[in-house]
């Protein structure tokens, strides 16, 4: 009876997240809390997870991609604040970092930087407000060779 009460369990859990993923790509922690909320075990939550995760219907290393992707687009945070954002929904770091060097070529960087400076309304007026200016890119995470081409614009 036990092992008909898990098998049911299972399936149902199972079931809630393939929703879950249809509505939306989901990372591993959020799928788990989500399934949790909806009363699953740990240990049922865990499995299905799991197995999603085998099958590549869950997958981190996508959901940053394709995360990552969407806000390039709009542009305006820095490397930082990307890698910041994605670590708090629960992905590894070198998962995060991974997907940030292949997102951001120089081009798409050199765009970044641009958009970030209008977000914070940042325009450097002298030679060193400009000095200043590239330390703070730089502590945002920003690269030296995209800051180089910035500062030839």
């Not at 790509?25 to 197995?51: D, N, P, W």
């Not at 770091?93 to 070529?105: F, H, I």
């Not at 007026?125 to 800051?147: H, I």
Request: glycine residues 6%; proline residues 1%.
């Amino acid at each position: 009876m036990i092992a008909l009460q898990q098998a049911r369990e299972l399936k149902g859990c199972e079931q809630a997240a393939l929703r879950l993923v249809a509505r939306a790509e989901q990372t591993v922690y959020g799928l788990s809390r989500k399934l949790e909320q909806k009363g699953y075990s740990a240990s049922c939550v865990q499995a299905v997870v799991s197995r999603l995760s085998e099958l590549g219907i869950v997958s981190d290393s996508r959901y940053a991609e394709l995360w990552l992707n969407s806000r390039l687009t709009l542009g305006g945070n820095s490397p930082r604040r990307l890698n910041a954002a994605l670590c708090s929904k629960g992905i590894d770091r070198d998962v995060v970092s991974a997907a940030l060097k292949a997102a951001l070529n120089l081009e798409k960087e050199t765009f970044l930087i641009r958009r970030f400076l209008e977000k914070k309304r940042l325009l450097p007026e002298s030679d060193a407000a400009r000095r200043s200016l590239r330390q703070t890119l730089r502590d945002e995470g920003f690269s030296l060779k995209a800051l180089d081409v910035w500062e030839g614009d």
